[in-house]
């Protein structure tokens, strides 16, 4: 009986699994550094999207402000992994900004502001 019933379990894991979608994304996005704002000795990057006003993200990271402050262009590139599990729950990683594909942070987060209208993730 536990054997089947093993089977079953790892079929029905292997099934949702397969239906999740996940897909690239590019942005582009908006920044500000707040050097009084710290996690850590970590100053606060705090990034925007154009096309989705009220969504943005936060990094605590220098080397990520370091590099956006050496590429001075006010508006960047941030491609995002997303992904949409079979019941409609999406998450999403950050995976480049500004041509950067790793940086250490300290802490990230992500959030809404006002009643925005649409999503970068839908």
Same mark, same amino acid.
């Given at each position: 009986?536990?054997?089947p019933?093993?089977?079953?379990?790892?079929?029905?894991?292997?099934?949702?699994?397969?239906?999740? $979608?996940?897909k690239?994304? $590019?942005?582009?996005?908006?920044?500000?550094?707040?050097?009084?704002?710290?996690?850590?000795?970590?100053?606060?990057?705090?990034?925007?999207?154009v096309?989705?006003?009220?969504?943005?993200i936060?990094? =605590? %990271?220098? $080397?990520l402000?370091?590099?956006?402050m050496?590429?001075?262009?006010?508006?960047?590139?941030?491609?995002?992994?997303i992904?949409?599990?079979?019941?409609?729950?999406? %998450? =999403?990683?950050?995976?480049e900004?500004?041509?950067l594909k $790793?940086?250490q942070?300290?802490?990230? =987060?992500?959030?809404? %502001?006002?009643?925005?209208e649409? %999503?970068?993730?839908?």
């Amino acid at each position: 009986m536990i054997r089947p019933l093993f089977i079953m379990l790892l079929l029905s894991g292997t099934a949702c699994s397969m239906l999740e $979608q996940t897909k690239s994304q $590019q942005f582009r996005m908006t920044w500000k550094i707040n050097p009084a704002d710290k996690n850590g000795d970590n100053s606060l990057v705090e990034l925007s999207f154009v096309d989705f006003p009220g969504h943005f993200i936060g990094e =605590y %990271s220098n $080397q990520l402000a370091d590099h956006l402050m050496n590429e001075a262009k006010e508006v960047v590139p941030a491609t995002f992994e997303i992904t949409r599990d079979a019941f409609g729950n999406v %998450s =999403y990683s950050v995976r480049e900004i500004a041509g950067l594909k $790793q940086w250490q942070a300290s802490f990230s =987060y992500g959030g809404v %502001s006002g009643s925005p209208e649409g %999503s970068p993730f839908e």
